[in-house]
């Protein structure tokens, strides 16, 4: 191998490090945006230290040469930054799953908000069916003629009424566990598939 073909190759091998140093360095920016942006994690202690700290970790001190490296990596390093700045790497499969898990978080919001004001109404018309059953047994009990043991008789109706309206409750919410339950492993199933497809 000969001089001029060694350093040839030597600035191709430099030239393919730094293109995967400045997609690695544009791919961390974009990670550290989206941290910043969560609502949580941007609120962090250590998060602030980590950005604003801005000393160098090495202990030992740096000579000349290291000195001028840094000054003309941190001018191409700043030339980089404005040209990749303007750069948006994003990756379908995660921006498809993120929105999936948002459009599924939202619908099952919904749906629990709807299955909360149905258990809602069931309760509150046992509770009326109780009411009115407790006021015609009190009222079938205080006689014993025809229209009183007729109270008494609607009486036990909207006892057994209310009854069945707790056990169609019952099984509403056995319903909503094993729809559940279904959600989560018909989840898990596609998210194998998935996976299976990627290897």
Known sequence: MTKEEF???KQELEAEYLAIFKKTVAMHEVFLCRVAAH???RKDLNFHVFLEYNQDLSVRGK???EKLEDFFKNMVKSADGVIVSGVKDVDDFF???RTFLVEYHNRVKDASAKSDKMTRSHKNVADDYNRIGSSLYALGTQDSTDICKFFLKVSELFDKTRVCTMQQRLC???ALICGLIWVLLDGVFK?????????
Do not use: D, F, G, R
């Open 7 to 9: 350093t040839k190759m």
């Open 39 to 41: 609502p949580i994690l």
């Open 63 to 65: 000579n000349k040469k």
């Open 95 to 97: 921006e498809h799953e």
């Open 172 to 174: 509403v919410n056995k």
């Open 191 to 199: 998210q194998c598939v998935v996976w299976n497809e990627k290897a």
